[in-house]
């Protein structure tokens, strides 16, 4: 399995931006599926966006346009660049990986899951 790991996380102004990382560990990182989901307080935990191991991406449609997710293998690392940020992405995100390389938008394609970071966006 993977290890992962976020960073980058903080408080934001809204309309600001923050990018997200999320190192992994392994050989194989450049063949999994990798996700970012988030859990705001008193909510349960959703899809944000994911990409595949050829590059195929996909978002929530709540962040499309705003948020951008990529990777670079050869650092083990996925990124969520979050633009025109909103109080109303205030949450924990979380990275995951599957072993599954496809972009999937529902959890249990996922094996592996980071501690999560927050992100709070101030109005």
């Known amino acids: 399995q993977v290890q992962l790991v976020e960073s980058g996380g903080g408080l934001v102004q809204a309309g600001g931006s923050l990018r997200l990382s999320c190192a992994g560990s392994g050989r194989t990182f450049s063949s999994y599926g990798l996700g970012w989901f988030r859990q705001a307080p008193g909510k349960e935990r959703e899809f944000v966006a994911a990409?595949?191991?050829?590059?195929?991406?996909a978002y929530a449609d709540s962040v499309k346009g705003r948020f951008t997710i990529s990777r670079e293998d050869a650092k083990n690392t996925v990124y969520l660049q979050m633009d025109r940020l909103q109080a109303e992405d205030t949450a924990i995100y979380y990275c995951a990986a599957s072993y599954y390389g496809g972009t999937w938008s529902h959890e249990s394609p996922y094996s592996s899951w980071g501690q999560g970071t927050q992100v709070t966006v101030s109005s």
């Open positions: 990409i595949s191991s050829k590059g195929n991406n």
